[in-house]
């Protein structure tokens, strides 16, 4: 009686992580049952790692990745200028926990994409709270934010998140309240949140793609002077492989 009170109270508690683990231990034979001082940490530890799991879950589902990526999935090597060293560092959260910033670019199809998908998953597995944006999505959700008066409160939700992707950058033209909104992004994360961009134009054409030259100074200052590069090279996976994308 006192077994399953205890474990009705832990889900009313929603405590379901240390009910699950409560209720095997409870299937074990009496002589390998745990007790006492093991058994409570046997319960924190699973109701630890089952809140984990679930803020992942959570976490991977908000972000809304473009491409299911995982770290292994990644290919290294010399060609690609991706050395397996350079990966397991960006694989490290310190630099995002620094708010320090990523730039993937190199040519369509060469993977720039899923890299930065993998990333943002793995983001998501550390308990850090991930987004990612194509920028015509980007500029979609600014003129449905400025249009409904909302502005604020969008901008306070990107600010939340630890990590920030903006996909396919610099493949059209931006307006000048992007632009704005860009660097207004930029500087609610600067030195507190990372942001990832990946790019077909390399970082030294990008302030001529801003077409702004106060603009453009004032969001590169944020943006490149504090990140890691990542300058892909090779011939377009999709050659060989439809899973991966620019």
Same mark, same amino acid.
């Given at each position: 009686m006192m077994t399953n009170a205890s474990l009705t109270l832990m889900r009313e508690l929603k405590l379901a992580g240390m009910a699950d683990a409560y209720q095997a231990v409870l299937q074990l034979p009496i002589n390998k049952q745990l007790q006492g001082d093991e058994l409570?940490?046997?319960? !924190?530890? #699973?109701? %630890? %790692?089952?809140?984990? #799991?679930?803020?992942?879950?959570?976490?991977?589902?908000?972000?809304?990745?473009?491409? %299911? #990526?995982?770290? %292994?999935? !990644?290919?290294?090597?010399?060609h690609r200028n991706l050395p397996r060293a350079a990966l397991a560092k960006l694989s490290e959260r310190a630099w995002i926990e620094r708010g320090e910033n990523l730039l993937i670019t190199g040519p369509t199809g060469c993977g720039k994409s899923f890299l930065a998908c993998a990333l943002g998953h793995h983001a998501c597995s550390l308990g850090l709270r991930t987004l990612y944006f194509n920028m015509n999505r980007l500029c979609e959700e600014i003129t449905l934010a400025q249009a409904d008066g909302s502005t604020i409160k969008?901008?306070?939700? *990107? $600010? $939340?998140?630890?990590?920030?992707? *903006?996909?396919?950058?610099g493949l059209q033209p931006i307006s000048h309240k992007v632009k704005l909104l860009l660097l207004q992004i930029l500087e609610d994360r600067y030195e507190h949140s990372a942001t990832l961009i990946c790019s077909q134009l390399p970082v030294a054409k990008w302030h001529e793609y801003f077409d702004e030259p106060t603009i453009a100074d004032a969001i590169l200052d944020r943006l490149v002077h504090r990140a890691h590069r990542v300058e892909l090279r090779g011939e377009s996976l999709r050659k060989s492989t439809n899973n991966l994308s620019s």
């Open positions: 409570v940490a046997r319960l !924190i530890d #699973a109701e %630890q %790692q089952h809140r984990q #799991a679930k803020r992942m879950k959570m976490y991977t589902r908000l972000s809304k990745l473009r491409y %299911q #990526a995982n770290i %292994q999935d !990644i290919q290294c090597s010399e969008w901008l306070n939700r *990107l $600010k $939340k998140a630890r990590l920030i992707i *903006l996909d396919d950058f």
